[in-house]
């Protein structure tokens, strides 16, 4: 049993146009089994916060805190973080070129894990992982990301989910440029973990598209770098009718 | 389009030549202009039971074949004695013969003329190694016998202060097989001229090239396959990773496809990696067609950049930073090193370039 928790999180970003704060007192408690939704509207910095819990190097943490069972992970390096059990599945992931997707997967996971693992039985278990997301085996040889469409890139993700088993997974807007098909795939993937593992999940979205698939007990909308509502699945349904405009201007929650 | 290979020697290059226009002249300490002063190469040779080496004199041996820039014509002239290399008819052998070039110091200009001759019918594998450093232009002229099949693998290794100008001519006879590796690891300025003929149909030649380049070097490979046989074959890969504010490399490729060469087949590519900021890589692939049947022709060039974001999404996937370069490195350079046939090699060029690694201006990770 594991927590992950975001204490009054203040992040600001440095661009060309200068400093500019963009989560102003974010607080949020995930715990292990549990599948939280952060909904809002485009551009209210639920990305920041997926890339923040990341440790992506463009945000900087000016104030709060986020923990994982009480240890402190903005003090932690990237790596560091993946290796604690955080995971983020992105929304845009790069190409690297050069690194086949199986020499890429499997340095992941003798990362990961500590050790790496056996030849024979890492095959099977890849194989396994990949039949399972509808990937062609082909695949395995392509460089990471590399010409990969829309909905590669994304099974490519959840594949990474599938096989280093985090203990907290944020998902950035998994789905978007997914058509309905490879939404479903990709979803039973989610779902797949979810029932193996008593792994927390956040996912970020701005439609309900996503929470169709993957039920999520607490939603959370996300304005203007807060979070200014808590609830069940109802609030994903209101926001479906309604959109977000009783939300905008609303103050933070706590 | 012009003929490169028709390109004739025009003097002492200026710069304004298309051929030498990426090359920092200021950098060559006059090797491009002249070679006063200059002497002739120690060039150790560790025979091996198959080859026999001797000095001769240059006069006594034939004008060069093929295309010849001014500086190796030079250095051809000024060399009054050249190294002949000869791999007797019916020999059969992959143990190395190998030609050892140690720099001095860069103060005094070295000269080289070196003849390498698979005659027919003969296997052999020469192995050039360069290191130290040195100011050296060499010209390096290779006969590949009919039916011979040569390799010559030609690694700089040269200290970081040294500059060298080096052309590597290579004929090759009817179903002659030719395999060239140039490993460019070292040097301030390197600047390497492989180029090819065919003087009958039938020839093979497979020409790869693997270079690193740090913060402030210059490493150009300019390749010219010159194809007026029928029938003949070439495969060109290079590829080159770089590193560090001012490294910089250049690739010519250069396939020419005569009225007469009907049948050929050939493909060349280059691929580059920018490991960070500050460097560039220049690439050009030239491929001219004089005959409407040929068997196949194609070329590729890409640059890609190994950036921060990369190295985010590695990281975010438990991977230490080190490990990720050395990752992405590994994948890039794996399908070529491959295809280094002598192990011995493939292993000191992984663990050279695994140490330049080692030194690079990375940050510490993103944290």
């Given at each position: 049993m594991s927590t992950l928790d975001i204490h009054d999180l203040h992040v600001q970003v440095e661009s060309d146009a200068g400093v500019r704060e963009i989560l102003r007192g974010v607080n949020l408690t995930i715990e292990s089994g549990q599948t939280h939704a952060i909904m809002g509207p485009n551009g209210s910095g639920k990305s920041t916060l997926a890339y923040t819990i990341a440790g992506h190097p463009k945000y900087t943490v000016t104030e709060g805190s986020i923990t994982l069972d009480g240890v402190d992970v903005v003090s932690m390096t990237v790596d560091e973080r993946a290796r604690a059990g955080l995971f983020l599945a992105m929304q845009y992931p790069v190409e690297v070129p050069g690194v086949s997707v199986s020499n890429f997967l499997r340095t992941s996971v003798t990362a990961i894990r500590g050790e790496a693992p056996k030849l024979r039985d890492w095959l099977k278990e890849l194989k396994a992982a990949m039949a399972a997301l509808s990937?062609?085996?082909?695949?395995?040889?392509?460089?990471?990301?590399?010409?990969?469409?829309g909905g590669e890139r994304k099974r490519h993700e959840i594949l990474q989910l599938d096989l280093l088993r985090p203990r907290f997974a944020v998902l950035d807007e998994t789905d978007s440029g997914l058509d309905v098909d490879a939404l479903k795939v990709v979803a039973e993937g989610v779902n797949r973990v979810r029932e193996a593992t008593d792994i927390g999940v956040l996912l970020i979205t701005h439609t309900t598209r996503l929470l169709r698939e993957i039920p999520a007990e607490f939603v959370h909308v996300f304005v203007d770098g807060r979070i200014v509502a808590d609830g069940g699945p109802e609030l994903a349904d209101e926001i479906e009718a309604s959109g977000y405009e009783r939300f905008l201007g609303a103050p933070a929650t706590s | 389009m012009t003929v490169i290979a028709d390109a004739p020697v025009a003097g002492a290059p200026t710069g304004r030549e298309e051929a030498w226009r990426?090359?920092?002249?200021?950098?060559l300490r006059g090797l491009h202009e002249s070679v006063e002063g200059a002497v002739g190469a120690q060039v150790a040779v560790v025979t091996s039971p198959v080859a026999a080496f001797a000095y001769v004199a240059?006069?006594?041996?034939p004008a060069a074949s093929g295309p010849i820039e001014w500086p190796a014509a030079l250095a051809r002239a000024a060399s009054t004695q050249s190294g002949v290399l000869t791999i007797p008819a019916g020999t059969d052998s992959a143990v190395p013969t190998a030609v050892t070039i140690t720099g001095g110091g860069v103060d005094s200009t070295v000269l080289t003329h070196l003849v390498i001759r698979a005659e027919r019918g003969s296997r052999g594998v020469v192995v050039i190694k360069n290191t130290g450093s040195i100011t050296l232009s060499a010209n390096i002229e290779i006969e590949v016998g009919d039916g011979a099949d040569l390799t010559v693998i030609s690694i700089q290794d040269w200290a970081g202060d040294s500059v060298h100008l080096g052309r590597q001519h290579a004929v090759l006879g009817r179903d002659a097989r030719f395999r060239s590796l140039v490993a460019t690891l070292g040097g301030d300025v390197v600047r390497i001229v492989p180029t090819v003929e065919y003087s009958a149909p039938g020839g093979d030649a497979e020409l790869l090239g693997v270079f690193f380049a740090e913060a402030g070097q210059h490493i150009e490979h300019r390749l010219l396959v010159d194809h007026?046989?029928?029938?003949c074959r070439s495969s060109v890969a290079y590829k080159g990773a770089l590193q560090g504010d001012g490294a910089h490399s250049v690739w010519i490729g250069d396939v020419v496809i005569r009225a007469e060469a009907v049948g050929t087949q050939t493909y060349e590519i280059n691929r580059n990696l920018l490991l960070t900021e500050g460097a560039r890589a220049d690439s050009v692939p030239n491929l001219e067609i004089e005959t409407g049947n040929v068997e196949s022709a194609g070329h590729a060039s890409t640059t890609g950049r190994f950036d921060d974001e990369q190295l985010f999404y590695l990281q975010a996937r438990g991977i230490d930073p080190d490990t990720a370069r050395r990752l992405v490195v590994r994948g890039f350079f794996a399908d070529l090193v491959a295809r280094i046939a002598d192990d011995e090699v493939a292993a000191h060029i992984i663990r050279s370039i695994e140490e330049k690694l080692g030194d690079a201006p990375f940050d510490e990770g993103t944290g």
């Open positions: 990937v062609d085996p082909k695949f395995a040889e392509r460089n990471v990301n590399e010409g990969f469409s | 990426f090359t920092p002249l200021a950098r240059t006069d006594s041996l007026s046989q029928p029938h």
